[in-house]
């Protein structure tokens, strides 16, 4: 039973942080992020805290295989 939970989750990780659609909503943030910061609407500290989120979102399954294997 456990190995079916583990496929599932395995499978999600892997289409949060490779798939499509998350490359394209994190470049609509980013460059959207990019306008505001550029136009005085938002501050450096948010803006460089959204890109370093994104990035450890897109690093996470690296960061967790890491992790585990020590």
Do not use: D, P
């Amino acid at each position: 039973m456990l190995g079916n939970v583990a496929t599932v989750l395995q499978q999600l990780a892997q289409a949060l942080t490779t798939g499509t659609l998350v490359t394209a909503v994190a470049t609509i943030a980013i460059a959207v992020v990019g306008f505001l910061w550029a136009m005085g609407y938002m501050g450096f500290r948010l803006a460089a805290g959204v890109v370093l989120g994104i990035a450890i979102v897109g690093s996470a399954s690296t960061i967790a295989s890491s992790l585990v294997s020590g």
